[in-house]
């Protein structure tokens, strides 16, 4: 029997669980979360490992999702210097990298950039030819002062040829530093996507020290023959090496790991997640078993992005949501309690009235002692609730599509404030194991293999072309471990460009799969 | 007002948004550029149409093609420069001041980044009093000014002078022009005296816009309601208050229309509005009664916030407020109903102003 170690890392708490082949769940655990991160992921193995007493050999995979690279954004802290070369010029030269970003991050990252010809036109045609001569001077100057390369060309989405080409040049000047091409990471939307693609580059140092030490943590708890991946933010796994180039995919995979792991739990591959938690609550969506992707530039420390997220809002509602009165008025949150919520609320001996203690009020929860809340009105607590239901009420109409109801599944420690009428939804499913919902999420991870490639539409059709492009996709999701029984395409993607002769098409495809034990 | 500083272009981004009734695109670009020159070369002088004097020659400003595009492909920041300059020594002639085109998304930032970085004074005044998608479609044109001579400048370094018959040929040659050239480009056209200027243009539509802008933000701040501040500030007509529920979108003609509908909600559960657009907002209907059309401004913004929403953002479960702006009385002759009115765009009735609609309504 092989098992599976998943470990998720969230604001409050760091949680394992271990499953067998089958999926089931063998044990979970929850610790708090530290500050450097990485001791509260090595207790968390330590704890899950005891617990359960599972043999160490027959962990066969070990799966993180972790807070890392966000956090060292967010601090600014242990990012690589980055030589970035931009290409385009004249276009692009009305606005610098980097002009609205926080002035910390920007020192942080250095101000080595390289504006250069080439880029493309929306029909893909060049701009202006690429330079060999320029990427070499700027290759020069860059030599000696940064640690990662980010390469940005003007509508690489459409044609990535000069980004190709410009890293071939800067790897023979430079050699092998960790190089970032924009058309990898994000999609249309210059100053968004190169941004993405510094931080991307930024983060190589804190991909690479996060993977070998959750390698080392492992090691030195004798799991010696697992296979080690990182979660992405859309519900796969990645390989060591493949975090290292893609550092910034690693961005939000808490969220997806919870909807994830909602979506296992319930069996629903089609629903509404609401995870509440001490402070606030995601919401997110479920489609065929993955998390919906954001459509809008998403901010991350302070930095205007387009990368790939999940679509989520989240709002200041959770189990230690502070609950007063202001001017006849009742006021939910945003304050919290967090983590104190043990010992503020008034249930637990404390002296604030949280969210949890209305709950407790209202009999739709038992938790500590029912008799310290007696004395609240239960007018006052419905309408406590209601005001709540409000808020989750919006938030679940603002995610859905259409008008249509649809199933709700609940996760998380702050779901007894739910109660069970909620509106827009077709039922309410609160699954076991519904705390460890995210660290199940990262045990249940897929594996993936993605293609992109531009086809000429004038030598074989449409449909051909898409299934070339699949068949390609699911033989790289075998390759990256995937059980070919289990391998689906998640996403196809075809972009026709227009006014190019032979009518090409670009095509992006991804295809996901169970991992394959033994 | 009599100044553009960095706060006020924050103002006038969000205000000629609201005045780009859906369209005009995305203003961020142009809001970065506008803020570069500012920081670069101090804050715009604005004055009013008034000081013009009537032998001054006003040359305006503005980008032509797709809004998305240049978020991709950002301009080189000297387009629009070569785009003045060249006009300038065709005319051969000594330029007063430059003016926006219209109101909404980029076009009322590019002039703001040309007069800061030439030192030359902006108009408080525009052609338009909004945003419309074709080059006639200023009031400029209503009053007989020629669109050229124009001239269309690419990053690349192309200029392309025109000069044509009528505004109509300006329009299509100027966008084959754009197409090839990369599918957006900087323009200058509309060279008029300040005597034109004063007669056609729409007066004071930057100090509006930066009016609105600073209205709404500083609700937020005060904690007003921002919807209410919008309208107090507009003196627009509350069309209906509902939520998205359903937008249909279809390519036809060439164009990207379609519909938005929106379910009522409070005064107005129970009833339902249809919005029709094509890059803008062009009709609003409230059951199957018009209670405004074009080229009166329908403007749809967020309930909570009041931040203009494009047509392009517009999606289920929005809550949005529909406010009706009565145009320019310029727009409301008969050859501005001809180049702007409901008829112009395929709908198969007479223009009726938004304030009489909305009146007929509540007997």
Redesign the interface.
């Known amino acids: 029997m092989g098992y599976r170690l998943g470990i998720d890392v969230g604001g409050t708490n760091t949680d394992a669980v271990i499953i067998d082949e089958k999926l089931n769940l063998i044990e979970k655990v929850k610790t708090p979360t530290t500050k450097d991160v990485t001791t509260g992921i090595y207790s968390a193995i330590n704890k899950v490992l005891e617990k359960s007493g599972v043999d160490r050999d027959a962990i066969s995979f070990a799966m993180l999702g972790t807070t890392h690279c966000t956090n060292a954004i967010v601090e600014r802290k242990r990012l690589c210097r980055v030589g970035i070369l931009r290409m385009g010029k004249p276009a692009t030269m009305a606005i610098a990298p980097m002009v609205d970003w926080p002035p910390e991050l920007v020192q942080a990252v250095g101000e080595e950039y390289f504006l250069v010809s080439g880029g493309h036109e929306y029909d893909g045609r060049e701009i202006t030819p690429l330079n060999p001569d320029e990427i070499r001077a700027a290759a020069a100057a860059m030599k000696g002062k940064v640690d990662a390369v980010a390469v940005i060309s003007v509508f690489s989405p459409i044609n990535a040829e000069h980004e190709k080409r410009a890293v071939d040049i800067l790897r023979e000047e430079l050699g092998d530093l960790p190089f970032s091409l924009s058309h990898e990471i994000a999609s249309i939307g210059f100053l968004e996507r190169e941004n993405a693609t510094i931080l991307n580059a930024a983060l190589a140092e804190v991909a690479k020290t996060t993977a070998l030490s959750f390698k080392a943590g492992l090691e030195q708890e004798g799991v010696k023959n697992a296979s080690i991946y990182l979660c992405q933010n859309d519900g796969t796994l990645m390989s060591i090496d493949y975090a290292m180039k893609y550092p910034i995919l690693t961005v939000a995979c808490g969220p997806t790991n919870s909807i994830r792991g909602a979506s296992f739990l319930s069996g629903y591959d089609n629903a509404i997640v609401l995870d509440v938690g001490g402070t606030t609550s995601d919401i997110g969506v479920i489609v065929n078993s993955f998390p919906r992707e954001s459509s809008v530039a998403v901010e991350i420390g302070g930095v205007r992005t387009n990368f790939r997220m999940p679509d989520i809002i989240s709002f200041g509602l959770g189990g230690g949501t502070i609950i007063r009165e202001s001017g006849g008025e009742i006021v939910i949150g945003p304050e919290s309690v967090g983590y104190r919520l043990t010992e503020e609320a008034l249930v637990f001996g404390g002296n604030t009235l949280t969210a949890t203690d209305i709950a407790v009020r209202l009999g739709m929860a038992e938790i500590g002692d029912p008799s310290r809340v007696s004395h609240i009105e239960e007018g006052f607590a419905r309408k406590a609730v209601k005001k709540m239901m409000t808020m989750v009420n919006e938030g679940i109409d603002k995610m859905k599509l259409s008008a249509e109801p649809v199933p709700l599944i609940l996760v998380g420690g702050g779901i007894i404030l739910i109660p069970d009428e909620v509106e827009g939804v077709s039922e309410i499913i609160r699954p076991g194991n519904h705390d460890v919902a995210n660290a199940l999420g990262a045990a249940i991870a897929q594996v993936s293999g993605q293609v992109e490639r531009v086809y000429s539409l004038s030598e074989i059709s449409r449909e051909e072309a898409l299934n070339m492009a699949k068949a390609i996709a699911v033989e790289e999701a075998v390759k990256a471990g995937a059980e070919p029984s289990t391998v689906q395409i998640v996403e196809v993607e075809d972009v026709p460009l227009a006014y190019l002769p032979g009518n090409a098409t670009r095509v992006r495809v991804k295809a996901a799969g169970n991992l394959r034990h033994g | 007002m009599n100044s553009i500083d960095v706060q006020a272009v924050e103002h006038i981004a969000l205000g000629a948004a609201l005045l780009g009734t859906g369209g005009g695109g995305d203003p961020h670009?142009g809001k970065?550029?506008a803020l570069?020159a500012i920081k670069e070369y101090g804050p715009v002088s604005l004055i009013d149409p008034e000081e013009v004097p009537d032998d001054a020659v006003v040359v305006p400003t503005a980008m032509m093609g797709?809004p998305?595009?240049i978020?991709?492909?950002?301009?080189?920041?000297?387009e629009i420069f070569r785009a003045f300059e060249n006009l300038k020594s065709y005319l051969g002639k000594e330029i007063f001041a430059t003016v926006p085109i219209e109101a909404g998304g980029v076009n009322s930032m590019i002039p703001i980044a040309v007069a800061a970085r030439l030192g030359l004074p902006l108009v408080d005044c525009d052609g338009m009093g909004r945003a419309f998608p074709e080059l006639q479609m200023l009031t400029f044109h209503l009053y007989g000014v020629s669109a050229t001579p124009m001239v269309i400048a690419d990053?690349?370094?192309n200029i392309l002078i025109l000069e044509t018959i009528n505004n109509n040929w300006t329009e299509s040659l100027a966008r084959s022009a754009t197409v090839v050239m990369?599918?957006a480009v900087m323009i200058s056209l509309y060279p008029l005296t300040g005597k034109q200027l004063k007669e056609s243009g729409i007066k004071n539509i930057m100090s509006y816009s930066a009016r609105i802008g600073k209205t709404i933000r500083n609700a937020w701040r005060s904690g007003e309601d921002p919807v209410k501040a919008l309208l107090g500030v507009t003196g627009g007509i509350e069309l209906f208050k509902g939520?998205v529920?359903?937008v249909l979108r279809r390519t036809e003609g060439g164009f990207a229309r379609g519909d938005a509908h929106i379910e009522g909600i409070e005064d107005y559960k129970g009833e339902t509005m249809t919005v029709k657009f094509q890059n803008e907002n062009l009709i609003a209907m409230r059951g199957d009664r018009v209670v405004a059309m074009v080229p009166d401004l329908i403007c749809i913004v967020n309930l909570e916030t009041a931040i203009p929403i494009t047509t392009e953002g517009l999606?289920?479960?929005h809550r949005v407020l529909v406010l009706g702006i009565p145009c320019d009385p310029k727009w409301r002759t008969p050859m501005g109903i001809e180049t702007v009115g409901p008829r112009y765009f395929k709908y198969d009735f007479d223009y009726v102003p938004v304030e009489k609609l909305a009146g007929a309504g509540e007997k």
């Open positions: 670009i970065l550029m570069q797709a998305t595009v978020l991709e492909k950002i301009p080189s920041g000297e990053e690349k370094g990369g599918g939520k529920v359903d999606r289920y479960g």
